[in-house]
């Protein structure tokens, strides 16, 4: 069993700053691309950054310059550091991860449950 855990959200005032985690954990071989998505009320889930096994960063254009996201192989954990938060970046907060169990298995898509993030006025 993998398990994706997110944490690090909560309520924040416009224009301050969060630190998300995301530590994964379970039966796992090898973590390879890894992605935060954020789902806004009533809006699509949508990418917000990813990092590659190798550590190359991409972002939506929303987020560049004020998001950061990075990983830790040693620990099995991705972080999403967010400062100038602005009241639009309010979402749940979803952690997501292509794992592979074991060699000889293909890559598997997996979820966290999401972390609550609020950004006041």
């Known amino acids: 069993q993998v398990q994706l855990v997110e944490s690090g959200g909560g309520l924040v005032q416009a224009g301050g700053s969060l630190r998300l985690s995301c530590a994964a954990s379970?039966?796992?071989?090898?973590?390879?691309?890894m992605a935060w998505y954020r789902q806004a009320p009533g809006k699509q889930r949508e990418l917000v950054a990813t990092?590659?096994?190798?550590?190359?960063?991409n972002y939506t254009d929303s987020v560049k310059g004020r998001f950061t996201i990075s990983r830790d192989n040693a620990k099995k954990t991705m972080y999403l550091q967010m400062s100038s938060l602005k009241p639009e970046d309010t979402a749940v907060y979803y952690c997501?991860?292509?794992?592979?169990?074991?060699?000889?298995?293909?890559?598997?898509?997996?979820w966290g449950q999401g972390t609550q993030v609020t950004v006041s006025s």
């Open positions: 990092i590659t096994g190798g550590s190359s960063t």
């Open positions: 379970g039966s796992i071989w090898r973590i390879d691309a």
């Open positions: 997501n991860a292509a794992i592979r169990q074991t060699w000889w298995e293909p890559f598997s898509d997996y």
